[in-house]
């Protein structure tokens, strides 16, 4: 199952969004035009349905309140609105739709109240909210019925689908200094985890995985040898080790705290790829890699796709990297994000810029200009 279209009212830097989605998405756009927001619309979708610890409000509460939410062009109407729609495949229609629709109630505590939650599945309506009874008791419009074991009976497979949702923008030193903030971030957004979750893995597939990853890294790492998973013998904590090719008969071994960032990523990156996930958001996959590696990365996640093809995996990603967009990729799975007095907009490629894809340029030269900021010219005045 995928999602296939999104569509937002006052969503951070959207005012008004609609937005189809594929297989596999790519999401440009210059500095600070919302492309994190975007993704994490469905962060915030996985949050509510999160079994232990979520719901609606401490999603809202998680990202500073309604307030830091809400788009500020919102001016007369001050509704946060969600709808997304699934299918199995992306130009099918929809099997399922959600509908999430919130604000604060205007008055005394400011509590935040939900104004719609409608659920269809092929065309039907399944839960539509608020019911007479949430009106009679508006304390019921603080959750989601989709938060709720109980009222998502019928759209399970919806409530199960968000939750899966994983998000990575794997930051090296936070996985190599694990000793100076011992706390991970719920959900794990920037791989702290990681070591866990490779531990966490029955040692089949562990040991499965991590020599597709070896295979790769041999290719990418100059002087990469071998890698392997072990547990400290004295703190039982994981390790990754990995050797390298050296004057000595048996190389050299390094733990990951002693690996490049861009091995770390890398690592991380081709595990996450093959997590079993339904959704996989990306946050410029590209960072501390080579370009010749960043180049490559469309084909790793394309093949995984291929792979995965029954379970219906799909991946998000944001990127400002020219390399990566130098593939030949689906014209119609680039979004790109821009500015106006009235909040983010996004749109697919123009007719006349699909000629010039269709032509023989890449999504590079087409689109990510598109992206470039207007004045960036006079950066190098800078003084």
């Not at 919806?158 to 991970?184: C, M, S, W």
Request: glycine share 6%.
């Amino acid at each position: 199952m995928l999602i296939t279209k999104l569509t937002l009212k006052n969503w951070r830097n959207f005012k008004k969004l609609e937005v189809p989605f594929r297989n596999r998405t790519y999401i440009i756009g210059a500095n600070a035009t919302g492309k994190s927001n975007l993704l994490d619309v469905f962060r915030f979708l996985r949050d509510i349905c999160k079994p232990a610890g979520g719901g609606l409000q401490k999603a809202i509460d998680d990202r500073g309140g309604i307030k830091k939410l809400r788009c500020l062009q919102a001016r007369t109407d001050i509704e946060v609105r969600i709808d997304v729609e699934l299918s199995e495949e992306a130009d099918e229609e929809p099997i399922w739709t959600y509908s999430l629709g919130f604000k604060p109630e205007g008055k005394g505590a400011q509590r935040i109240l939900i104004t719609r939650e409608v659920v269809t599945h092929k065309g039907k309506n399944v839960i539509s909210r608020p019911t007479a009874l949430d009106r009679r008791d508006d304390a019921r419009l603080t959750q989601t019925a989709l938060e709720q074991i109980n009222s998502n009976v019928k759209f399970r497979e919806v409530a199960d689908f968000f939750q899966e949702a994983t998000y990575l923008h794997l930051v090296p030193q936070l996985l190599k200094h694990a000793e100076i903030n011992g706390r991970t971030a719920e959900g794990d957004p920037f791989g702290q985890g990681l070591m866990q979750r490779i531990a966490k893995t029955s040692q089949k597939t562990r040991e499965a995985k991590l020599r597709r990853i070896q295979t790769a890294l041999s290719k990418a790492v100059p002087q990469f040898s071998e890698l392997k998973f072990e547990l400290d013998k004295v703190t039982g904590q994981p390790h990754l080790m990995a050797s390298y090719q050296h004057w000595r008969n048996h190389g050299a071994w390094q733990r990951e705290d002693q690996f490049s960032d861009g091995t770390l990523r890398l690592i991380g990156l081709l595990w996450m790829l093959q997590e079993n996930t339904n959704l996989l958001l990306l946050e410029e996959p590209e960072l501390s890699l080579n370009d010749a590696i960043v180049s490559h990365i469309p084909l790793m996640i394309d093949r995984i796709l291929r792979q995965q093809k029954s379970t219906g995996r799909q991946v998000i990603i944001t990127t400002h990297s020219e390399a990566l967009l130098r593939n030949p990729l689906d014209t119609n799975a680039i979004l790109l994000l821009e500015t106006s007095p009235d909040g983010t907009t996004a749109r697919l490629a123009t007719d006349d810029e699909q000629m010039m894809m269709d032509a023989g340029l890449s999504p590079a030269d087409v689109m990510l200009p598109k992206a470039r900021p207007a004045e960036i010219d006079q950066l190098g005045l800078f003084t």
